[in-house]
């Protein structure tokens, strides 16, 4: 739907809007939680919904509970029954002013497309000697007088939005094209577009309406454009451009801190992983955005200094942007998606044996540079194209802790790493957890691989589960996984001389060599 042009006036308008459908939810008992209330309402606002969203938090119009459910304080139900305009107008203008003076600055764009428009060219006696011009070979018919000046808007959704990150984030832009006095030709070369994955898919579903329309400040009131000669968007899906470097493609895969995209690095035609970090903001006020963001980079950069063929390497990262992003090299499946193929029964021995050695010297490589990893779990355990093993996000469980001197709450983002964490991890009045955490998960996804099964505090061994397992490594579980840090292991140096012990035909070399695959998987 058409978007207004982005001043004080239109996102004060549009704010006040998603507060009266968040009452109107409340009345009517539908769902107001913020994915829900996000997916219904961003297509109709014009800068991206997390703003809004922090906004309204901030200045104490709404409030989020532990279930992600919004509901209006007693301010923002006198806001949604028309009283405290001037009040709410000056605090839109306050924090908003950014995105609104980024506006101002805007080029314009041609309708439905995320490229500024061409403009006609400046008189001759503004142009720069010849040497400095460009030659083209096509011809652009003169322009009519200029028309009326309108503030830009952003154009239309693709139908992958783009992380935006120039202009600023939340800048909007949109066609300065409708309601032009008379169409203006425009005729360009043709350039050609670098390569991008295209997935062609059924016609967007209509979004449901909404319980309130849109504010008249959020809908364009000017006559449909006459026909111009404007190419019309084409139906494949492209990769979206990101920081010029990279394009994004379809997700991948998603979680409770939000999605992942494969994509693609430009200048070298290669393939990598993107992940956004977006939906982490729902659990944390907007005053601690910069706390988690702060936690965020330094985990991101420890990861990054660690160079081991068993740690997913970190390419780049940027959370500055209004989507928080990172970017890895791309992997080739999970060991949850191998042990789900397993059918409940584990991985094959000998595959079992060499992924636990390459998670070992990937964590003690990490630990030699005091990067501890506290989030072991088969989701974080990614194969590459050789069916190699690699660990991946180091310490984001460290993104999202309790801090109360900075008023960080405790959350817990999902629940499937919990067998795999050792009980100090989950006492933070204890001693501060090292290296024998990592000790513990690993115990836990050995046993897991040999046998299938997320062992207890009374299972059998692992060898009395799947004889085909070494009984040499049963010992090695059970002292991995005891609840107290003094009868576990303290290190992966330690646990990994009792595994050669267990094998004194050398079948896994000696202690230092890891063992690599570098047959590539069939097709």
Known sequence: ???????????????????????????????NKLADV?????????????????????????AMDREAQLKLTDQGERVAGGELGDKFSTEVGEFFAEQLASAEDEPPVAQGTEEPMQLPPPPPELLLDEAEVVPTAATQIAPPPSPPSMAPMRAARSAMPALELTPPPGAAQVPSSVGSPSPVALITPAVPEPRRETSIGPAPVAPAPLPFAPPASSVSSMPPPAATPVAAAPVASKGTELDLRYQKFDPIGTGPLGTVFKGRFTALGLDICLKELKDIFGYFSFLQRGEVLKRLKKELCAQAQVRHPGIVQVVDQNVDASRPYFVLELMNGSLKERLEAGGGSGVPVPFALRTFLQMAYGLRAAHA???????????????????????ADFGLGRVVEVDSTKGMPQVFVGTGGMPYMAPELMNRGAKEPGPSADVYGLGILLYEMLTGQIPGRRSPLPSEVNPEAPSGLDQLFDKATQDKREQRYPDVDAMLEDFYKAFPDKEFLVRGDLVLSSDAPQP
């Open 1 to 31: 739907m058409p978007k207004a042009a982005i001043n004080r006036d239109a996102v004060s308008g549009e704010a006040l809007f998603i507060l009266r459908n968040l009452r109107e939810n409340g009345r009517l008992g539908r769902s």
């Open 38 to 62: 996000k997916a219904a309402l961003e297509p109709s606002v014009s800068l991206e919904f997390d703003n809004y969203f922090f906004f309204l938090r901030k200045f104490h119009y709404i």
């Open 369 to 391: 540079t005091g990067l501890t990893h506290h989030n072991l779990k088969p989701e974080n355990v990614l194969f590459d194209a050789y069916g190699n093993a690699k660990l």
